[in-house]
Nanobody, 127 residues
Framework: VQLQASGGGLVQAGGSLRLSCAASGRTFSSYGMGWFRQAPGKEREFVAAISWSVGSTYYADSVKGRFTISRDNAKNTVYLQMNSLKPEDTAVYYC?????????????????????WGQGTLVTVSS
């Protein structure tokens, strides 16, 4: 499986960006996709996730109401629309895919439960 993340860039605070993550290879059995981010000097953290079949979505509290995750099953692509960006959103954003559902909500934010990762795309928000 290959995951190609794109769409990062430099934006002013209050602006918007849309990230894309295109999956190729063994995509037919993927259960869901997630976005994580890692700011300089910090640990990687969960941002948002979506299930392929039903389209259920999950968000970190820090991005609720500002970010929207969506998917296009026909294109095997997941998007992260980021609005009202803040300087603290500056990070490398990674997409990841998982092949299992674990039956509890917090599993979506557990990095160890994801099977494949993309290379990351840098988002820089200036103040």
């Amino acid at each position: 499986v290959q995951l190609q993340a794109s769409g990062g860039g430099l934006v002013q605070a209050g602006g918007s960006l849309r990230l894309s993550c295109a999956a190729s290879g063994r995509t037919f059995s993927s259960y869901g996709m997630g976005w994580f981010r890692q700011a300089p000097g910090k640990e990687r953290e969960f941002v948002a996730a979506i299930s392929w079949s039903v389209g259920s979505t999950y968000y970190a509290d820090s991005v609720k109401g500002r970010f929207t995750i969506s998917r296009d099953n026909a294109k095997n692509t997941v998007y992260l629309q980021m609005n009202s960006l803040k300087p603290e959103d500056t990070a490398v954003y990674y997409c990841a895919t998982r092949y299992r559902g674990y039956g509890y909500l917090s599993s979506w934010s557990d990095m160890s439960l994801y099977d494949y990762w993309g290379q990351g795309t840098l988002v820089t928000v200036s103040s």
